[in-house]
């Protein structure tokens, strides 16, 4: 990981704050992008091993001004980290959901991840690099009404494979899947933590961790996957008493 530069979306808060802290902590340079300015500024101010660019996923323009701009100022790409996302799962009612609303979030989810990829081809393929896709247990899993962001984190495990496939050799693309992951630092109940097979709900940095295995080295023969990061939770057998 020494002195490879990594760009994350959506870095400036969240899962996406965590992974670029853990992989600024192991001698990575970490280029931020985010919408939320303010978020950023905190985020660099905190840690100033971290480079922050306002802009928007879905901007062909702004994302291209940003690769511009890193390989202008570094030279190179070793890995993209696509977390950027519409994090709330839950949508109207089918008979009721705007056609805009599904729009807004396969665009910014699931169009702007396979947008930002390839726009990051040409350093990527120069260094041999890796793209981590961040998904969901609801690709797999759902409650009602969360049919945008299901549809969209679905899509997502799916085009992961499917860029493994059209970019390999010279790019690995893996895909992890996050459950029940704390980043608000509010008090759980003790049910929450239980329900886990690990006995607690999940961290930023647990996720941040297997982002940080799939893009060294130490994974250069894993390709194509997608890795389910819940505590055991998904797995659990669950019936009603």
């Known amino acids: ?19 670029c802290e853990l992989l600024a902590s192991n001698e990575a340079t970490v280029v931020a992008v985010d919408i939320d300015e303010d978020a950023g500024f905190e985020l660099v101010a905190h840690d100033p091993r971290i480079r922050f660019r306002r802009a928007d996923v879905t901007s062909e323009s702004e994302i291209s001004a940003v690769i511009t701009e890193i390989q202008a100022q570094f030279g190179r790409l070793d890995g993209l980290v696509n977390n950027a996302a519409i994090a709330t799962p839950y949508n109207a009612p089918v008979e009721s959901l705007e056609l805009h609303d599904w729009n807004q979030i396969i665009a910014v ?25 961040i998904s969901s247990t609801r690709a797999a899993q759902s409650e009602p009404n969360t049919e945008a962001y299901s549809a969209s984190k679905g899509g997502l495990v799916s085009l992961s494979h499917a860029l493994a496939a059209s970019l390999g050799p010279d790019i690995r693309v893996n895909c992890v899947s996050p459950g029940w992951i704390d980043t608000s630092n509010e008090e759980l109940r003790a049910v929450d933590h239980a329900q886990h097979l690990t006995g607690r709900v999940g961290q930023a940095n647990d996720v941040a961790s297997m982002i940080k295995y799939l893009l ?22 669950i019936y009603a008493e």
């Open 1 to 19: 990981m020494i002195n490879n530069v990594i760009l994350v979306t959506g870095g400036a808060k969240g899962i996406g704050r965590g992974i």
């Open 216 to 237: 060294s080295t130490d994974a250069s023969f894993i390709t194509g996957q997608n890795f389910t990061v819940d505590g055991g939770i998904t797995k659990k057998m």
């Open 109 to 133: 989810n699931l169009t702007a991840p396979l947008l930002v990829a390839k726009l990051c081809l040409p350093l990527l393929k120069e260094s041999k690099g890796s793209i981590v896709n």
